[in-house]
């Protein structure tokens, strides 16, 4: 795949995933480090989005797992958003912290709730 149809592609991905939210901070990403920014819109999104083995929910899943798994919290917070925008549901997420409470410990588990919370305070839900 060329990379102005990765970079299409990706922008269209994240666009999808992550709406207006995800273009200002593309944006600032763009900014700071053009070079990267374009990286991660060709690959993560105009490559591993593209891929049609898994949902967008489960892959938000995944990925939800493994930032609260390594402690990201703000990182988690972002694809919070993308999986709600994705029709992931509130408690969707918050059995994905449970089960990484058990599996990644309680420490990550606290980091990502709060991160869930500030999402959930945000949308107001």
């Known amino acids: 795949m060329a990379g102005d149809d990765r970079y299409e592609k990706g922008m ?12 200002e901070r593309r944006r600032k990403f763009e900014e700071a480090c053009p070079d ?3 990286f ?4 993560v999104y105009g490559e591993l989005y593209e891929r ?9 899943t995944v990925i939800l797992s493994i930032l609260c798994t ?3 919290d703000n990182e988690f917070e972002h694809h919070a958003h993308a ?9 969707d997420i918050e ?3 449970m089960v990484c409470a058990y599996y990644a410990g309680g420490p990550n588990a606290v980091g990502a709730t709060k991160a869930m919370l500030n999402v959930i305070n945000e949308r107001g839900i």
């Open 83 to 91: 999986a709600l925008n994705v029709g992931m549901s509130k408690e």
């Open 52 to 60: 049609k083995g898994i949902s967008d929910k489960t892959r938000e």
């Open 36 to 38: 990267f920014s374009r």
């Open 40 to 43: 991660v819109v060709e690959s």
């Open 70 to 72: 390594l402690g990201r």
């Open 12 to 23: 269209a991905n994240r666009s999808k995933v992550f709406g207006g939210q995800g273009e």
């Open 95 to 97: 059995e994905i912290i």
